[in-house]
């Protein structure tokens, strides 16, 4: 079946960078587009970032528009996000997304 699987969150300072991957099983990886979403607390989910299937075409929510990168290795069944100057707004768990499946999320707390 569907399995998409994130790590790479935890605690950072203003200013610092994480790398999210989400490893994917149960489909042909390299046929979707995939997204990361997140979602604060209180807060209703939202769209962070995309990418096509070949990794050609990206799109970012303006909130994190240069400063975020998201990028595929097709070769392993996995999706990143690359987060850099997190703020604390950037709080939040982040989702790894292909069309009608979700991973369990991995919580990024951005705070000093």
């Known amino acids: 079946q569907v399995q998409l699987v994130e790590s790479g969150g935890g605690l950072v300072q203003p200013g610092g960078s994480l790398r999210l991957s989400c490893v994917a099983s149960?489909?042909?990886?390299?046929?979707?587009?995939m997204s990361w979403f997140r979602q604060a607390p209180g807060k209703e989910r939202e769209l962070v970032a995309s990418?096509?299937?070949?990794?050609?075409?990206?799109n970012y929510a303006g909130s994190v528009k240069g400063r975020f990168t998201i990028s595929r290795d097709n070769a392993k069944n996995t999706l990143y996000l690359q987060m850099s100057s997190l703020k604390p707004e950037d709080t939040a768990v982040y989702y790894c997304?292909?069309?009608?499946?979700w991973g369990q999320g991995t919580q990024v707390t951005v705070s000093s």
């Open positions: 990418i096509t299937s070949t990794g050609d075409i990206t």
């Open positions: 997304q292909r069309l009608g499946y």
């Open positions: 149960g489909f042909t990886f390299s046929s979707y587009r």
